[in-house]
Nanobody
């Protein structure tokens, strides 16, 4: 089970940190990803991290502003979001895939969290 948290209403330029806590499984055996879906749009890849945390991939639209990390001891993945823009407004989902390596394709993930709303006002 994946539980995403940390969303909220912020102003443009602010920062937020999202968390995704995994229970009921061995967190360190899963590569993890963050996706987002804005109203009226398709779900899009944001970033992903390998199960060891050594390798990451990040979408061009957030590169330089967002950082993904994980703490396997706490079974938690994080998304640090800085310099937020109004176009970052979306529901953010975390996902897990039973694999050593990450993927940017939503269809390849095995489990999904319920999503957390991030709203950035300009």
């Amino acid at each position: 089970q994946l539980q995403a948290s940390g969303g909220g209403l912020v102003q443009a330029g602010d920062s937020l940190r999202l968390s995704c806590t995994v229970s009921g499984g061995t967190f360190s055996t899963y590569a993890m990803g963050w996706f987002r879906q804005a109203a009226g749009k398709e779900r899009e890849f944001v970033t992903a991290i390998s199960r060891s945390g050594t390798n990451t991939n990040i979408a061009a639209s957030v590169r330089g502003r967002f950082t993904v990390s994980r703490d396997n001891a706490k079974s938690t993945m994080y998304l640090q979001m800085n310099s937020l823009k109004s176009e970052d407004t979306a529901v953010y989902y975390c996902a897990a895939v039973y694999s050593a390596y990450y993927t940017k394709y939503a269809r390849e993930y095995d489990y999904w969290g319920q999503g957390t709303q991030v709203t950035v006002s300009s």
